[in-house]
Nanobody, 128 residues
Framework: QVQLVESGGGSVQAGGSLRLSCTVSTFIYNQYSPNCLGWFRQAPGKEREGVAGIGQYRRVTYAESVKGRFTISQDNAKDTLYLQMDNVNPEDTATYYC???????????????????WGQGTQVTVST
């Protein structure tokens, strides 16, 4: 069964904003007990790239390419992860995935290796 589900993707003009959401199942929290949640993206022909992550001790890490433009957050119930995307550009076009993992360090928050559970992805297309 799907444990994480992304939503909120779509088409947006360059300079605009978009907010992605990821619902996290109770299985993740009750059985897996993750200490890191993150957003990744992948464009056709390119490697998967870490975008933003929340790790142990509530540590937040962003890729240099999105600093100052994207914001990762989690609701009070901890069942939804968000990615607020502001001032988007065509280079942000990709399929975005949310993921849950364990044993995530600082830089590791933006690496795929610690993440075990992944969503199906939501497409974001930025036009000029």
């Amino acid at each position: 069964q799907v444990q994480l589900v992304e939503s909120g993707g779509g088409s947006v003009q360059a300079g605009g904003s978009l907010r992605l959401s990821c619902t996290v199942s109770t299985f993740i929290y009750n059985q897996y007990s993750p200490n890191c949640l993150g957003w990744f993206r992948q464009a056709p022909g390119k490697e998967r790239e870490g975008v933003a992550g929340i790790g142990q001790y509530r540590r937040v890490t962003y890729a240099e390419s999105v600093k100052g433009r994207f914001t990762i957050s989690q609701d009070n119930a901890k069942d939804t992860l968000y990615l607020q995307m502001d001032n988007v550009n065509p280079e942000d076009t990709a399929t975005y995935y949310c993921a849950a993992g364990r044993n995530c360090g600082g830089a590791e928050l933006l690496q795929s290796r610690p993440y075990l559970y992944w969503g199906q992805g939501t497409q974001v297309t930025v036009s000029t």
